[in-house]
């Protein structure tokens, strides 16, 4: 690579984001929509978005999905060992947990999906922020290193959750309730991927896809991934007037 195209690459990879995420479309709605719809379809990526320069930051935004479990399991196992060791819980105890801590996650996985998720900040900084969060998987919804959350950051929101739930759950149920609330972390990322890289056979599989690419196409609505519960309750399930392509 000569010095000016080194120059250029630095000033493309900078930046951190790519700005299509937040362009305003210049085509109507209609031309919008099936372009979208289409590309969703026939499984359409541009090259790889590159979010930083330096090569090893840039490798952590890179994951495989597998690694997601081989990293995360133990992690639940630890919790459910901290749990049975230090409390002597009952069965209704654990069970009241185990769907407590999933509904719990499914409520956290709305509300961060809909708001920081979705955020459209108006500073660079805070746009950069969100792309590299975000937006990049709406530019490049197929790219199957970027469709789990990566190890680093799943950890430093798992951490402030963790911290927070500390602080307002009795400690004889805070384990086996994150050790849960983990299992559908899990379950969210293992859906997500599953809508963009898998062709579903099941009812339930492909209602799981249809409603997660309509958000894609329509990223105001059906934030939810693993459940459309809080989209429902939220008033967020609809796109007015929207027949998706029976191809979803």
Do not use: C
């Not at 990322?189 to 799981?208: F, M, S, V």
Request: proline content about 6%.
């Amino acid at each position: 690579m000569n010095d000016k195209a080194r120059r250029e690459h630095a000033v493309k990879t900078k930046d951190g984001f790519n700005p299509l995420y937040f362009q305003e479309p210049t085509a109507p709605e209609s031309e919008r929509v099936d372009k979208e719809e289409k590309r969703l379809i026939n499984r359409v990526r541009p090259e790889r978005v590159r979010i930083f320069a330096n090569e090893f930051l840039e490798s952590l935004t890179l994951v495989r999905w597998q690694t997601i479990f081989i990293v995360w399991l133990p992690v639940i196992g630890f919790f459910y060992y901290l749990s049975f060791k230090n409390f002597d819980l009952s069965l209704s105890a654990y069970m009241a947990n185990f769907f407590l801590g999933l509904l719990t996650w499914t409520l956290a996985e709305y509300l961060i999906h809909r708001f920081p998720f979705h955020l459209k900040p108006k500073s660079k900084w805070a746009r950069k922020v969100v792309y590299s969060a975000h937006g990049n998987h709406h530019d490049d919804p197929f790219d199957p290193l970027r469709g789990v959350m990566p190890i680093v950051p799943a950890a430093i929101y798992i951490g402030i959750l963790y911290g927070l739930f500390f602080l307002i759950i009795p400690s004889q149920f805070l384990h086996a309730f994150f050790a849960s609330f983990l299992i559908g972390y899990l379950l969210y990322d293992g859906i997500h991927y599953y809508t963009h890289h898998a062709r579903p056979k099941t009812k339930l599989g492909k209602y799981l896809k249809r409603i997660h690419l309509i958000h894609h196409v329509h990223d105001g609505v059906m934030f939810g991934i693993s459940s459309p519960l809080w989209d429902l309750v939220f008033g967020t399930y609809h796109k007015r007037g929207y027949r998706p392509p029976k191809e979803f």
